[in-house]
């Protein structure tokens, strides 16, 4: 690695500073420490092209350096890799190409990487159609605490996919998903209190769902909740639109 990586010769207390500093900032250390060969500046670099952070958003220099540090055999890099091919991010859409980045990463131990997996075996898009192996991936993820996977499996069990429809298993993980953070999650727990007459404890988690959800996802939320006829949800929408 090259000594001129000004990143990588910092002490950690030093080097956490530099990495909050201003956008513009970062993105040239992390070049800096990217091109001396350092995977997880590759990644992190990787990601503020992608995100257009720092620097101008450009997708395919955001997949070179992703596919530098997956060759390094970087996991996050390799899943990375894989959710370019999947959306189109640098290069032609590849579903087909996009399992087989995940299947790598997950091999290896990364929890999002058998998300990503999971999700194209119950879509069956790039592989052809497996929820069982798809529910087999998510529970292997959920059991490393990852939160959308235990969401995921909370639907297998709403909807009797796989396994035998069970509700109260479907809630346990609807509440541990919303209990780590998933914000998919916190709406379904809010649905089963709300069934289970804890109102007050579903609007707690609509609340906290609120703060982290996707704006695309807060618009299909409510115009779920608009369209029941319990007024509670007419309650909860209004106290969510209220705030």
Known sequence: MSPHSKLIAMNEADRAAAL????EEVAALLLEAAEA??????????QLYLDGKGV??????????????????????????????EHGWGAAIDKSLAAQ?????AERGLDWA???????????????EDRPEALRLFEQAAALGHAKSMNMIGSFHEDGWVVERDIRQAARYYEMAAKGGDFRGQFNH????????????????????????????LAKTKIWMAAQSDPVWQQALSSMQAR
């Open 190 to 217: 809010a649905r089963m209190l709300i069934d289970g007459g804890d109102i007050a404890g579903a609007r707690l988690w609509l609340a906290k769902m609120s703060e982290t959800a996707t704006p695309a996802f």
């Open 37 to 46: 060969g350092h995977a997880e500046a590759q990644l992190l670099i990787g």
């Open 56 to 85: 101008d958003r450009n997708p395919v220099e955001a997949l070179r350096w992703f596919g530098i540090a997956a060759k390094d055999g970087n996991v996050m890099a390799m899943n990375m890799v894989g959710r370019c091919c």
């Open 20 to 23: 909050a500093g201003p956008p």
């Open 101 to 105: 980045w995940y299947g790598s990463a």
């Open 114 to 128: 058998m998300y990503n997996l999971a999700t194209l075996y119950s879509l069956g898009e790039g592989v052809s």
